[in-house]
């Protein structure tokens, strides 16, 4: 049995793209996620720092070396939305071959468990079942 990892861009924190949410249109979800208010994503941006420097060394872009650890992962794979085209084809790029340090490098930088706030509000959070 294999695994699909859900939003596996983390709704674009991932992609390095969303550094603050004043900069996304008012009625977009992620102003009302935990994991995107104002302290915890200064919070969660440390460690995707040091994600989007490996990504740098790679050539890859940090949507693309998230993409890659996903699908390094056994058993999983990954359906990541896309509004664009050119968001799609760097997701198709992502399918790189990476070794066991690199693997390594986003599970240290951010751990299970270290994302700073919830994934939903607690009423959104009432119906996931985790």
């Known amino acids: 049995m294999g695994f699909v990892a859900y939003a596996p861009l983390g709704r674009g924190f991932l992609t ?9 249109p008012l009625h977009d979800f992620r102003r009302t996620s935990p994991r995107f208010a104002d302290a915890n994503l200064e919070q969660n941006l440390s460690p995707l720092d040091r994600i989007v420097e490996t990504a740098a ?26 509004k664009r085209r050119a968001w799609f084809e ?24 270290a994302a700073a706030g919830g994934r939903y509000a607690p009423m959104g959070m009432a119906s996931v079942q985790e």
Do not use: K
């Not at 997701?91 to 240290?108: F, M, W, Y």
């Open 57 to 82: 060394d790679l050539g890859v872009t940090t949507g693309q070396l998230a993409l890659a650890w996903v699908l390094a992962q056994d058993g999983v794979t990954a359906v990541p939305g896309t």
């Open 16 to 24: 390095g793209a969303v550094r603050s949410v004043h900069y996304l």
């Open 90 to 113: 760097q997701n198709v790029a992502a399918a790189i071959e990476l070794g066991p340090v690199t693997i390594a490098a986003p599970s240290a930088a951010i751990p299970v468990g």
